[in-house]
């Protein structure tokens, strides 16, 4: 079993410039989740979605927006990248808001 | 606003002591806590995870307490090995329907040999 897989690894992006990080799980897991790490503010959330079809807006939303089409994927969009956006992003998924949220590898972003 | 907050943010320790890491939470609405282990350039591993209704709880090598009266968690590794160097993260969920986790900034823990 992958469990949750994220795309790209990595990725250098011009400032203006629209990305999409793809983020699959294959637990059927209802709930998913996209934060950000920053060194010294730990991890903060960006987006999540409770179930498919829902998504609601995190602690730092501002930027990016998400979608929920179906219970395996939570692509996260960046519409026009800003350097403030260079970060570490981790999607998570989550059976249910009493069970633990399992992560995917991470994707680095570096927005020039 | 309610937070998790950790109070040492470094812990070096011998290989093959005992390592506790603290962490102190400020919702006493919080019903579920959780462990998490994050090495270098990976995402966070679950360890372990306690409900309120407990106080202790233990998996392998690994021991989580709660403390509900300080708002305290812990977690103790036995006998540290060199493997268990990483940043650890508590977390809470607070319930409710929004199915979020609020995190600590974490512990860094180093073994030395």
């Known amino acids: 079993t992958a469990g949750i897989t994220q795309a790209p690894t990595s990725q250098i992006l011009a400032a203006g410039r629209s990305m999409t990080l793809r983020c699959t799980q294959d637990m059927r897991h209802n709930a998913m989740y996209w934060y950000r790490q920053d060194l010294g503010l730990g991890l903060r959330l960006i987006h999540y979605s409770n179930t498919a079809g829902t998504t609601g807006k995190g602690e730092v939303p501002d930027g990016y927006s998400v979608s929920r089409a179906n219970t395996d994927d939570f692509p996260l969009t960046l519409a026009s990248a800003v350097p403030s956006q260079t970060s570490v992003y981790f999607c998570?998924?989550?059976?249910?808001?009493?069970?633990?949220?399992?992560f995917g590898p991470g994707t680095r972003l570096t927005v020039l | 606003g309610e937070s998790v907050g950790l109070h040492l943010p470094t812990l070096s320790v011998q290989e093959g002591d005992n390592s506790i890491i603290n962490c102190a939470y400020s919702?006493?609405?919080?019903?579920?806590f959780i462990w998490y282990k994050q090495e270098s350039g990976k995402g966070p591993q679950f360890i372990i995870d306690i409900r309120s209704n407990m106080d202790k709880r233990q998996g392998q090598r690994v021991t989580v307490l709660l403390n509900k009266t300080v708002k305290h968690l812990s977690l103790q590794i036995a006998a540290t090995q060199p493997g268990d160097s990483a940043v650890y993260f508590c977390?809470?969920?607070?319930?409710?329907?929004?199915?979020?986790?609020?995190f600590g900034k974490g512990t860094l823990l180093t073994v030395n040999p």
């Open positions: 977390a809470e969920n607070s319930g409710g329907s929004n199915y979020k986790l609020t």
């Open positions: 998570a998924s989550g059976a249910g808001h009493t069970d633990t949220q399992y």
């Open positions: 919702n006493s609405a919080s019903d579920y």
